[in-house]
């Protein structure tokens, strides 16, 4: 194994500690990340839960999400998320997949999420909604085949994150740091505007400001939150990959 690789699963090990010590994801939820040498494939832990993740559960899937070396690893129902956005969206090198509570809300009303802190301006100008029973008619909601993993990537179009009706979010990062802040934040999005909203009228930052803010988001800001979550979560923050 190159050392590239190692310091890349044991950053995907970190990501999944600190989603769960931070409560973006619970007993489910996953996070991946794509193959350092190999961009058609991604890394994705085995069914498991995230705060319970070692090195030795990461498995290596296609982007059709077939398992390179399973042994008798399960892999999670829902990986088709993860390989279905890294093949539509070359740009992205991490993905999140998650049931955050407090956006729930804004899949089942149509009530658009927006950033109106400073903070959550990473969440992006649109977080687009999908809803799987548009194409897919009664389903159990998980996504648990190619075709629906592509109509997700599709919603996201060229954004960051995306919610799915009665069921969560998937957020997309061009590093594993990245994608996490950007969970950690959007959660925090709808927490705040749930909070806002019964206060009277809320003003968004502009479209503007979420780009100026979206710009200067970065290294800077997100190793130390990601130093601070590390410490956190019990985990050795590493030099960037
Ligand atoms: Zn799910």
């Not at 301006?121 to 075709?147: C, Q, R, Y």
């Not at 601070?228 to 590493?238: I, L, V």
Request: aromatic content about 6%; some cysteine.
């Amino acid at each position: 194994m190159t050392q590239k690789l190692d310091l890349v699963l044991d950053e995907l090990v970190t990501a999944n500690r600190i989603l769960a010590r931070e409560e973006v994801v619970d007993s489910f939820g996953h996070v991946s990340v794509r193959h350092p040498e190999r961009p058609d494939r991604y890394l994705l832990s085995r069914a498991r839960a995230p705060e319970r993740i070692e090195v030795e559960d990461i498995m290596e899937f296609t982007l059709e999400g077939e398992p390179i070396d399973a042994r008798d690893r399960k892999p999670y129902l829902e990986r088709f998320i993860h390989g279905a956005l890294y093949e539509a969206r070359p740009d992205v090198q991490a993905v999140v997949h998650n049931h955050s509570p407090s956006v729930i809300p804004f899949g089942v009303t149509g009530t658009k999420l927006k950033p109106l802190l400073h903070m959550c301006a990473s969440i992006g100008h649109n977080v687009p909604l999908w809803d799987s029973h548009d194409k897919f008619g009664d389903t159990a909601l998980l996504v648990e085949n190619m075709d629906m993993g592509r109509d997700l990537a599709k919603s996201l179009d060229k954004g960051r994150t995306g919610l799915m009706r009665g069921h969560g979010a998937v957020v997309v990062g061009q590093t594993l740091r990245q994608a996490v802040f950007i969970s950690v934040y959007l959660e925090l999005a709808a927490k705040l505007q749930m909070q806002a909203m019964p206060l009277g009228s809320v003003k968004y930052l502009t479209d503007g400001e979420v780009d100026k803010v979206i710009n200067r988001t970065g290294p800077y800001t997100l190793d130390r939150a990601w130093e601070n979550w590390c410490r956190r979560a019990d985990r050795t923050m590493n030099a960037s990959v």
